[in-house]
């Protein structure tokens, strides 16, 4: 019996779990993730011509550099852009990429990025935005 009981709550803690996870805002509308942007949101848009109009009008806080200096040496930090694994450069590199050709973006912040991506080497970052292409 005691079994059953202790059974039946993890089948109900998971239950809970699964619907808060999967809960809409009071509106109705489903919550996004600040980390990512889904082709379901970019097909949302109806004023957008490329990727750097879909982040600045989703996410603009992806495009803003907050580390401003670091504390050793005053070097810059930045924002930088890979197509999966690829370093492809600044925020501006956005401007060159439509819409149609991300099933997703993802944003790091600059650890997460300097840990899982390559080709950074002692750049400092602020953060990575990854795009999901389509045929990936």
Request: hydrophobic share 45%; proline share 3%.
């Amino acid at each position: 019996m005691m079994k059953k009981n202790m059974f039946l709550a993890l089948a109900v803690i998971l239950l809970v779990t699964l619907v808060a996870a999967c809960a809409s805002t009071s509106d109705g509308t489903t919550r996004r993730s600040a980390d990512l942007i889904t082709a379901e949101e970019i097909a949302e848009l109806t004023t957008v011509s490329t990727l750097y109009d879909v982040v600045s009008q989703l996410r603009p806080r992806w495009l803003t550099v907050r580390g401003g200096r670091s504390l050793t040496g005053g070097i810059q930090t930045s924002i930088v852009v890979y197509q999966e694994q690829t370093l492809l450069g600044g925020p501006e590199i956005l401007r060159q990429f439509g819409p149609e050709s991300v099933r997703a973006i993802e944003y790091m912040d600059g650890a997460k990025a300097a840990a899982t991506l390559p080709g950074l080497g002692s750049r400092h970052i602020d953060g990575a935005i990854v795009l999901r292409t389509r045929g990936d």
